[in-house]
């Protein structure tokens, strides 16, 4: 499974090697965060690399029951009794919610931030399948600034290994250029479209935690709180349905 906003980024990328040979499913989770027509251009450049792949929101029935109905439909054309699946993927992507979805019941531990799961967990989920859940895991070291910024932005990484007020510097400097964006945003954090907003990072999160009155002693703003908030609504959704990485160009051979 990877997040659907930046599915080359969240996507595990020894996993293709380690598990070669095996049938595979890509899951790109939280399409109801990304913007559509980017996961439409992303879900045909990864069909086009022979991948198997599916965007979904795991809060939606109907979404859901589509692709259990066809990962049953899947296995039952296997010679196997008993079809062993593997959920895996870097952490909060939804790998324990959507087990306890096929379930139907709270099996397993979930929470909208990185980490819950702590130990491979084996769960019977019809008499024909099980399912392995794991915990999530990162590739040894991120490749970039720019992937660490994305991980944290999406709250994969544990808050630890990040700097919220460094990652939400970056992600206004990143998404200031859509319009759409920077209308919600200035709407939520009262400050004027008529307002001067420097596009240089760190004076435009001041700008904002002056607009929502958020300031220290002294007067100064608030740039931790005002980052902090902002990074919250980003995951909410609040910002509008935002993609963080685009899919390669398509190839001329399509
Ligand atoms: N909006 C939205 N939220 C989702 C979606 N999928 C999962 N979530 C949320 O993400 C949370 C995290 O899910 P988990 O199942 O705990 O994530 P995990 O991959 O098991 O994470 P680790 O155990 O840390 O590896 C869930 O509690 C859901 O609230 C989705 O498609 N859309
Ligand atoms: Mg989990």
Known sequence: MADARAPFTTRHQRLAQLVAGRPRFLLLTRSDLADPLVTQAWLRALTQQGEKVVAICLMDAQERRVLLNRLEEFTHALPSRLVRLVVTGLPNVGKSFLINQWLGRRRLATANRPGVTTAPTWVRVTPHIAVLDTPGVFEPSPRSAKS???????????????????????????LWQQERVRQLVRERWHVPAT?????????????LAVGRRLL???GRPDTARAARQLLTEFRQGLWGRVTLEMPPAPSSAD
């Open 148 to 174: 660490l910024y994305i991980l944290a932005a999406l709250g994969i990484l544990p808050p630890e290994r990040y700097e919220e007020e460094e990652v939400a510097a970056w992600l206004l400097h990143t």
């Open 195 to 207: 307002q001067q907003v420097e596009a240089v990072a760190l004076p435009q999160l001041e700008s």
């Open 216 to 218: 220290r002693a002294g």
